[in-house]
């Protein structure tokens, strides 16, 4: 029986699989012309008492929609009321309005005050279960199950990681712009729970999240000593990263999350170091007469990417992880900086500026296959998701007003605002949390 | 009969222990710490300027070299070239610094919005070591001259048009406080 049961599962999960691959592929087209369908999927209510299950479906239901690969359906049309969640559906009614996918859930507490939150993914047309699974969390954190499960959906369906159990730190800014006041921020990814990190004293810019910790490293001008820092998320505890004679900023970790790479100035110039940060060792990787910054490690800590004057305009360069190689890859008009390695490594995010305009786009890390994503006014600071999928990026109006963080999919389509209680900038996208 | 896959045990203790990192978290943001808030630093922000103000500064007051001499010289696009207005405003500087040998000095570099934020920070640092050399090379100790750059975060002119961005493309020369 429970061999017949998981060969079941794995044929419906290859199916589906098959299905989604398909919807891919229509994506990838749509690249060069027009836009795929989102894949039709319907979200009952979660079973519970109270309100708490509609709220999570409702945090699910966004989250895919958000990803712009899946068209959560109208609750309204809904056939059958789902009863009991672990009851095979009627697979027909779901067909009806044309639900490829299907989602039942319960919400329940546990003797011990923490919440159940069980899930189960159906395939409606080849009424098979896809999965099922259950979580334990405290009541509070009832937004981020909802996050875990739709990440178990899209997983489940594309094949691809989720992004939706991230959180995004950024830069909170308020007042008039030429006296903005800046705080570190962080929130989920979907925009909610926002909290503040840092007061508002001190100019603070570009957080960057470790790839292995619940640390940032970030810049401030903290008694107006404009130096990169670490801040742990847990404990809240501060440190300033090295003891450099000039202005550090532009941190990244690299991708162990051992080491944080940053430019130092010292004069007219900025060289690329690194940082252990266990042995305090620093290492320096460029020495020219040019403004080198921007350093980003791929995913395997083999090269760095970084942006430099040293041609003239900012250009974006290549070099191993020890400095060797220093290799010119963009060649556009225009300048090109902020460059970012995708956690896939297959390209490399940037922010290019030609004509008066400022772009996002991506290239491969040869410099070769570049597309711009999105256009404007000003355009800046890409981030990618942890699953190399989506990006986010600052975008601000010429004028008076301030700066708001988008999100958009790698294809260039499904661009999204997302709401923040102030000005923001500088998004920095977590890792997937664990 | 149980379908139900089980989660990782690691991600669900990260769940529980949640909680316990917000409150810190927010602890974090409500015991911040205090440092220096920015100081009038040119004729705008206190409310002088030449037109209305000159003569009225004391001689050898920070107002008199604001007001009189100039704090601030500009530059063209993604330059740190002093250009020939700018060396008479520098010169201006060296003399009336020369004349008023107890002030510290800052020059701040800064940047217009028309870049990203990193090389703003870069090219405004280059500014002010332009600006400082210049001033050295007419006679102001270096040992008497500090730089700093805020890049493109503290723009004077707000507006969406060349004339405000070149307000912005500047090094200004602060005094850093009399006998430092």
């Not at chain 1, 894949?39 to 509609?54: E, H, R, T, V």
């Not at chain 2, 870049?115 to 050295?136: D, H, P």
Request: neutral net charge; aromatic residues 8%; proline residues 5%.
């Amino acid at each position: 029986m429970m061999n017949l049961l998981l060969k079941r599962g794995v044929m419906a999960l290859l199916v589906i699989v098959a299905a989604a691959h398909s919807a891919f592929a229509e994506v990838r087209i749509n690249i060069r012309g027009g836009r795929a369908e989102p894949l039709p999927i319907a979200i009952s209510d979660f079973m519970s008492k109270g309100d708490l299950g509609p709220q999570i479906s409702a945090v699910i239901a966004a989250d895919l929609r958000r990803s712009g690969l899946f068209a959560p359906i109208d609750k309204a049309a809904f056939i059958e009321k789902i009863s009991n969640p672990d009851q095979q559906p009627r697979f027909d009614d779901w067909k009806a309005i044309n639900a490829q996918a299907l989602v039942t859930g319960r919400v329940t507490q546990e003797g011990d005050g923490r919440l159940r939150a069980e899930f189960r993914l159906w395939d409606t047309f080849g009424a098979t279960q896809m999965t099922g699974q259950q979580f334990f969390t405290q009541p509070e954190n009832w937004r981020r199950v909802a996050h875990i499960i739709a990440d178990a959906i899209y997983k489940q369906i594309t094949g691809e990681d989720g992004y939706f159990d991230t959180r995004v730190v950024f830069v909170s800014e308020s007042g008039p712009k030429n006296a903005r006041k800046r705080q570190l921020a962080i929130m989920d990814q979907d925009g909610f729970n926002v909290r503040t990190l840092t007061n508002a004293n001190d100019i603070v810019l570009t957080p960057r999240f470790s790839p292995s910790k619940q640390e940032i490293t970030y810049m401030s001008f903290e008694n107006n000593q404009p130096r990169v820092y670490l801040l742990q998320l847990e404990t809240g505890q501060r440190e300033m990263v090295g003891n450099f004679p000039g202005m550090t900023f532009s941190p990244r970790f690299s991708p162990d999350g051992q080491r944080v790479i940053m430019s130092l100035q010292q004069e007219g110039n900025a060289n690329i170091y690194t940082m252990d940060l266990r042995s305090r060792t620093t290492t320096r990787l460029t020495s020219t007469a040019a403004i080198d910054t921007s350093p980003s490690y791929s995913p395997d800590g083999s090269r760095i990417v970084f942006e430099s004057d040293r041609g003239g305009k900012q250009q974006l360069y290549v070099m191993g992880a020890d400095g060797s190689g220093q290799t010119r890859i963009s060649f556009g008009d225009g300048a090109y900086s902020t460059p970012v390695w995708s956690p896939r490594g297959d390209l490399i995010a940037f922010t290019k500026q030609s004509g008066g305009k400022f772009s996002i786009g991506v290239m491969k890390p040869d410099g070769s296959g570049e597309r711009i994503l999105t256009t404007g006014f000003h355009n800046e600071g890409p981030t990618w998701a942890p699953n190399g999928r989506v990006l986010m990026f600052f975008r601000e109006a010429a004028g008076a007003g301030g700066p708001q963080l988008y999100s958009i999919d790698l294809t260039g389509y499904n661009e999204q605002v997302i709401k923040t209680p102030a000005y923001a900038s500088d998004p920095a996208w977590s890792p997937l949390m664990e | 009969m149980s379908r139900f896959t089980s989660t990782a045990p690691s991600r669900m203790q990260t769940l529980a222990r949640n909680p316990v990192m917000v409150a810190l978290v927010l602890t974090l943001s409500l015991a911040g710490c205090k440092s220096k808030s920015g100081l009038p630093n040119n004729a705008n922000e206190l409310g002088l300027n030449g037109a209305n103000g000159a003569g009225a500064a004391t001689p050898g007051s920070p107002q008199d070299f604001t007001v009189n001499v100039g704090d601030r010289i500009f530059f063209d696009t993604d330059s740190s070239a002093i250009r020939a207005d700018a060396s008479q405003t520098l010169d201006r500087q060296a003399q009336w610094l020369a004349q008023y040998p107890n002030y510290a000095i800052t020059v701040e570099g800064h940047a217009d919005e028309r870049g990203t934020r990193e090389y703003n920070l870069a090219l405004g640092a280059r500014r002010a070591s332009a600006a400082k050399n210049y001033l050295v090379s007419r006679g102001v100790p270096a040992n008497r001259l500090q730089t700093i750059s805020y890049g493109k975060e503290k723009p004077v002119a707000v507006c969406d048009d060349i004339s405000c961005w070149s307000q912005n493309r500047r090094a200004v020369t602060v005094l850093g406080g009399a006998g430092m």
